[in-house]
């Protein structure tokens, strides 16, 4: 499904939830983050691009937010301009914290693609390199990238 394109499959068990699933939430506010990534993890999420395709050429696929460019899952979640002020911030935190949770820490977060830094920021789990779930860097890492994603989220909205 192209949908799950973003989605990593190589951890996850028949008949078990995706591994960031199985992160509890701590409060209710981190349960609506949870349900921003969700969307974003199960490609339900609604950009202007996906809204243009389903009304044929009624709907301008161009970014409401900086009217620059066609609004991309690339484009929302790492080159719109007027988001910067919100992406920034949390990008600099999570860069070393990505770069840690790789076993083999193979790839610094700059050194990533841009395609594959949209990869991670839907899904952590392809950063793991070694046998072993490192489950604390994981909570760690996946609320950051809830931050991230919920507070451009609220921002698409205000």
Known sequence: MSKLRHLNLQHVAIE????LLQIPSKSSCDANRALVKLKLMTGTYTLQSTRSR???????PTCRICNCAEETMLHFLLECTVLDIVRKPILSDIKYDVYLLSCKATKLWDEHSLEEQVNIIIDCTSLYTCDRMQAERLEGIEFQFKILTFSLHNERYI
Not at 16 to 19: E, F, G, I, W
Not at 54 to 60: G, Y
Request: glycine share 0%; charged share 35%.
């Open 16 to 19: 078990r939830p995706h591994p």
């Open 54 to 60: 389903f009304n044929k050429s009624e709907v301008d």
